[in-house]
């Protein structure tokens, strides 16, 4: 029933900046945490920020003080700026729901490409 869906993605250069934005539905109020991930080529599907039920905020030491996340009920934005072409990647948006138990379930955007040139 919930569903994700990221826009914003494109092509720019280094230096420049670029907002992602992920819409959501199906209650987030029932998510643990809301944020962004990533996979690069050649790499693994990355955390790239998030935000938990308590409005904490989360970080990859790669993008900080550079981007930002932030959450306007069901709107979920991610600010990017001084991009590097280590920033090429397609970029998804992602909910987890704990459970009763320990266990978590996630639930995933269909992704958007960025790609940064030099």
């Known amino acids: 029933q919930v569903q994700l869906v990221e826009s914003g993605g494109g092509l720019l250069q280094a230096g420049g900046s670029l907002t992602l934005s992920c819409a959501a539905s199906g209650g987030t109020f029932r998510f643990y945490a809301i944020g962004w991930y990533r996979r690069a080529p050649g790499k693994e599907r990355e955390l790239v920020a998030d935000?938990?039920?308590?409005?904490g905020t989360n970080y990859a030491e790669s993008v900080k003080g550079r981007f930002s996340i932030s959450r306007v009920k069901n709107l979920l934005n991610l600010k990017m700026s001084s991009m590097q072409p280590e920033d090429t990647a397609v970029y998804y948006c992602n909910a987890q729901r704990r459970l009763v138990g320990g266990t978590s379930y996630n639930y995933w955007g269909r992704g958007t490409q960025v790609t940064v040139s030099s």
């Open positions: 935000i938990k039920s308590d409005s």
